[in-house]
């Protein structure tokens, strides 16, 4: 199989995606995923002990590799169903992702057709795209492709694309407190959203039970060299951490070293607390643009504004694009503040 190239490759962190793709290239990982985080009773009928990972890559026609999705298949009653999971990690939301995604399962469909991998019936097998995202901020970008479209005359309505993704936002399901229990993917929710080095403490302990069998021993690396790589480096920036290659010895590093490391971890928390709260107003700031716009020019607007708005980051241009939707004439003049604001933000 092939993975297609992001368009927001310079904006990702390869040592954080590499961490969370080899987490998510064992079955246990994707199986609890798909068990724990599906919508419908529709997933009881999928055989998950036939969930195989499919090897390979997608190639973009500019002939770049992207490395930093999977893609899984398990059965559906006698076809496939595909599972491509995009590893989200960035430090800005990609309004544009519904837009990626289609373009992701378009190269999974050619590869498909290529290697005359179809249904009994002859046709595609069916993908459910699933984005993962852990980042600080609430995701904002449009979780489908129609609203990122100008509208058009109605007679062009058949011909719009419609292609939507399953987000699953970390840190957001994780403060809701309705995880389902003992699933893997759920502790990792978790940890990313934690507070303390207790809480922690626990999560690693319970995941040190539940993979003690012997053929868990890749998956116990795996959280290895994640907490290695990406959680403890982001927690306790500048200390020195061992190679870690086993959960266990997470554990017992956190044990002998928890009193020195959690002075650090309260105030690591307290200045991650200070960058939450002022994305807190942004957000909230954009919310409100938003609601009004709908109220002042409609719907259609309301919808090309939002992944407008999330590329600002500055309060004050926030700001002045309030006084601004009290002026502007009609929703062209807005959507084309909103545009400039935006395009400003990112010089």
């Keep these: 199989m092939k993975t297609p190239h992001p368009s927001t490759s310079s904006r990702r962190e390869p040592t954080r995606d590499s961490g969370y793709k080899l987490l998510y290239s064992h079955v246990a990982m994707v199986r609890d995923l798909l ?5 419908g009773a529709w997933v009881h009928k999928l ?3 036939t969930l195989e990972r499919c090897s390979g890559s997608y190639v973009t026609d500019d002939l770049r590799d992207r490395a930093d999705d999977l893609v899984w298949r398990l059965r559906w009653g006698s076809d496939w169903l595909y599972v491509y999971l995009l590893l989200e990690f960035q430090s800005t ?12 399962l378009g190269l999974l469909y050619q590869d498909l057709i290529r290697a005359e991998t179809l249904s009994a019936a002859g046709r595609l097998p069916p993908v459910l795209p699933v984005v993962l995202y852990n980042g600080s901020a609430p995701w904002t970008a449009a979780d489908r492709l129609e609203p990122l479209i100008e509208q058009a005359p109605r007679v062009l309505a058949t011909y719009r694309p419609r292609q939507a993704y399953l987000l699953l936002d970390e840190q957001r399901l994780a403060r809701a407190g309705q995880l389902p229990e003992r699933n893997l993917c759920a502790a990792l929710f978790r940890l990313e959203a934690s507070r303390g080095a207790d809480e922690v403490m626990g999560i690693v302990q319970a995941l040190v039970d539940w993979l003690e069998a012997p053929e868990q021993t890749g998956l116990r690396r795996a959280f290895a060299v ?9 927690r306790l920036p500048g200390v020195q951490l061992p190679s870690l290659v086993d959960l266990s010895e997470v554990y017992h590093m956190l044990a002998e070293n928890l009193e020195t490391w959690t002075d650090q971890w309260k105030r690591e928390g307290l200045e991650q607390g200070l960058e939450k709260g002022l994305e807190q107003g942004r957000e909230a700031a954009r919310h409100i643009l938003a609601r009004q716009a709908r109220r002042r020019f409609g719907a259609t607007i309301a919808e090309q504004t939002r992944p407008l708005l999330a590329r600002i980051t500055d309060l004050q241009r926030l700001e002045e694009l309030a006084d601004q939707l009290l002026i502007s004439a009609d ?5 084309q503040a909103v545009r400039s604001a935006s395009a400003g933000n990112e010089q």
Excluded: S
Excluded at 93 to 104: G, H
């Design 331 to 335: 929703g062209d003049d807005w959507l």
């Design 35 to 39: 068990r724990g985080f599906l919508p």
């Design 47 to 49: 055989d998950f002990d």
């Design 93 to 104: 939301i990609d309004p544009w992702m519904a837009v990626r995604v289609q373009t992701y």
């Design 226 to 234: 994640w907490f290695g790589r990406v959680f403890l480096p982001k």
